[in-house]
């Protein structure tokens, strides 16, 4: 149990489009879900949480208008990187957690890879 | 300081060996410990949580240190697959809405 995808798994874009990412919990009800950032050699940075129904909270340093999360459903968030540039390069995770998970466990899709050109 | 910090490694050792990762983490007022493994290229996976008292699971044993704000993971009767990042994870909060802040995560190499 506790699965949870994305889609896609990776994507080459050029400068100045944007890119739509999907975060699915496929077996549970995902009443949180998160969204984390990999560069190369680097750890997981945290770039927004957010709650279904409500507006995502992110951290100090992330663009919200760059970077769009809706959480419309309890299985669906998706991630849109809006006029994305090379250095948005990067590997993005979702994960997801529900009330009652324990102690603060999270389940995480398997990422994707965007490059941009 | 960083929020969590780990010695990056890269640890070689040979099939058989023990060996020991170690994990500091600024908050004193965090409330939950995990290791996570991350293959090459995938997402972390949990390994196993970490609780003041010390746990095991097979040839894998975490403990937690609050007074010292350290954490620690031994893995014995190392086998090629344990070859992986291992992610020392703390949550300041406790249940399930807090974020994760990661280490920098400490390299294994099992070698033959």
């Known amino acids: 149990g506790a699965v949870v995808s994305q889609h896609p798994s990776w994507v080459i874009c050029k400068s100045g489009t944007s890119v739509k990412i999907e975060c699915r919990s496929l077996?549970?009800?995902?009443?949180?879900m998160f969204w984390y950032r990999q560069f190369p050699k680097q750890s997981l940075m945290l770039m927004a949480t957010?709650?279904?129904?409500?507006?995502?909270?992110?951290e100090q340093g992330v663009e919200k208008d760059k970077f769009l999360i809706n959480h419309a459903s309890l299985t669906l968030s998706t991630l849109t990187v809006t006029s994305a540039h090379p250095e948005d390069s990067s590997f993005y995770i979702c994960?997801?957690?529900?009330?009652?998970?324990?102690?603060?466990?999270?389940?995480f899709g398997p990422g994707t890879r965007l490059t941009v050109l | 300081r960083k929020e969590v910090e780990q010695d990056p490694g890269p640890f070689n050792v040979p099939e058989g060996a023990t060996v020991a990762f170690n994990c500091t983490y600024s908050?004193?007022?965090?409330?939950?410990f995990f290791w996570y493994r991350q293959d090459c290229r995938k997402e972390p996976k949990l390994l196993m949580s970490v609780y003041s008292s010390g746990n095991e699971d097979g040839r894998f044993t975490a403990q937690l240190n609050r007074a010292s704000q350290y954490i620690s993971l031994l893995i014995r009767d190392s086998k090629l697959s344990d070859s992986a990042t291992y992610l020392c994870?703390?949550?300041?909060?406790?249940?399930?809405?807090?974020?994760?802040?990661f280490g920098k995560g400490t390299k294994l190499s099992v070698k033959p």
């Open positions: 957010s709650n279904e129904g409500s507006k995502a909270t992110y």
């Open positions: 077996d549970f009800q995902a009443t949180t």
């Open positions: 908050n004193s007022a965090s409330q939950s």
């Open positions: 994960s997801a957690s529900w009330v009652g998970t324990a102690g603060g466990e999270q389940f």
């Open positions: 994870v703390v949550s300041p909060y406790g249940g399930s809405q807090g974020n994760l802040i």
